[in-house]
């Protein structure tokens, strides 16, 4: 069996054909298309799936949670960067960590929280792999955001709430993006563009998404 070492040895030409699909599909930013083919997403998942990481479709990680389809990766990044490159980014649901090293290699900064520390327990130590010095971790609820380090240029959820949690919107800063999806898991969910105003939010719908639930209440 070939392990995650080989897969990453011969897998340009599919990284490559990742790319193409994702140009076919509407990604037009070339440093986010750039950053997806040098981030080995086969580092992100389990072994035994390592051998699909670049085909265009989630993934299951482990604890009910999944790493999300290459597509939605690259559409959210693109959308985060469509005003420039914010001085920092807060991604709300860690999960594979494979979003937050997406996002590092193009943000200075990258605050990102996950409520089951196994997970972020083995993103932290990919992410060291890949010495990407620049992405800060917390073992929290996601919904709770990372207050601290507030106000943001730019948060973006990778799990859905049923509605839009205030605590998120107090930490987007006037002017800020926040990318995220929003709806239950047995009925639709839209992925949904809130900017920050002077005078309140404006909200953009942008397209139907399946997401994993963002549970709040207890870590784990």
Known sequence: MMDHAGI???????????IERLREQGIRDMRVLSV???????L???EALAHRAYEDVSLPISHGQTISQPYIVARMTEIILENGIPDKVLEVGTG??????VLARLVPKVYTVERINALL???????RSLRLMNIYTRHSDGSWGWPDKAPYPAI??????????ESLLEQLSVGGRMVIPVGSTSGAQTLRLITRTP???????LTGVHFVPLLDGSIR
């Open 8 to 18: 990453g040895m011969t897998s340009q030409r599919t990284r490559d054909r990742l």
């Open 36 to 42: 997806m083919r040098e981030v080995p997403r086969h």
């Open 44 to 46: 992100f998942i389990e």
């Open 96 to 101: 594979s960590g494979y979003q937050s090293a």
């Open 121 to 127: 327990m083995r993103a932290r130590q990919v992410h």
């Open 156 to 165: 973006m959820v990778t799990a859905a709430p049923e509605h839009v949690p």
């Open 199 to 205: 005078g309140g939010f404006e909200q953009q719908t």
